[in-house]
């Protein structure tokens, strides 16, 4: 069974693609041209019934860009089902604020960098690698961009609580 691109969600992913918010379309001229290392990115790709912002094939490297409607309870919850499902078909997902987009452009690209080199999933050596957690059953993971702590960090802790707390990026 197809699960990548599938027919049913092309009319979706088209009008998707042609109502970018300025986070995406920012982030596009970052990676669009195969830019960063030379890996070519997909946009407004959909798994299943998700559609990812930015899907690097190669590298099975899911980019996602949280505007303020991820930034409550039952988006959170759905964003950890979705991460939850992308992981299990071995997708790796990172998750970026739109803000940090404008704010810290070079440190989301050099953590995307980063993660398109690093295996996944990481080998079982007995310890997980610095940038990565696990969460539960579904051993969800998230890269850690460093040295950022946002503001609304706290407010998504106490709304969404710890456990799903490991499908973001902060």
């Known amino acids: 069974m197809r699960i990548h691109n599938r027919k049913s969600m092309k009319q979706l992913r088209r009008n998707l693609r042609n109502s970018l918010t300025p986070a995406e379309a920012t982030m596009r001229k970052a990676l669009q041209g195969s830019k960063l290392d030379g890996k070519k990115f997909r946009r407004q790709h959909s798994v299943g019934n998700y559609v990812v912002d930015f899907y690097c094939p190669e590298c099975k490297l899911a980019i996602e860009l949280d505007g303020e409607k991820h930034f409550n309870s039952l988006a959170g919850e759905y964003d950890l089902r979705r991460t939850q499902f992308l992981n299990a078909c071995n997708i790796r997902v990172l998750r970026f604020e739109n ?17 398109l080199t690093t ?52």
């Not at 610095?130 to 040295?147: F, L």
């Open 119 to 170: 295996p996944w999933p990481p080998p079982k050596t007995g310890g997980e690698p610095k940038t990565h957690s696990q969460s539960g059953k579904g051993a969800v993971r998230r890269a850690i961009v460093e040295p950022f702590e946002f503001r609304s960090c706290w407010n998504k802790r106490q709304a969404l609580g710890n456990a799903a707390l490991s499908s973001y990026t902060w």
């Open 99 to 115: 803000r940090a987009v404008f704010e810290h452009p070079d440190a989301v690209l050099e953590a995307i960098r980063k993660n």
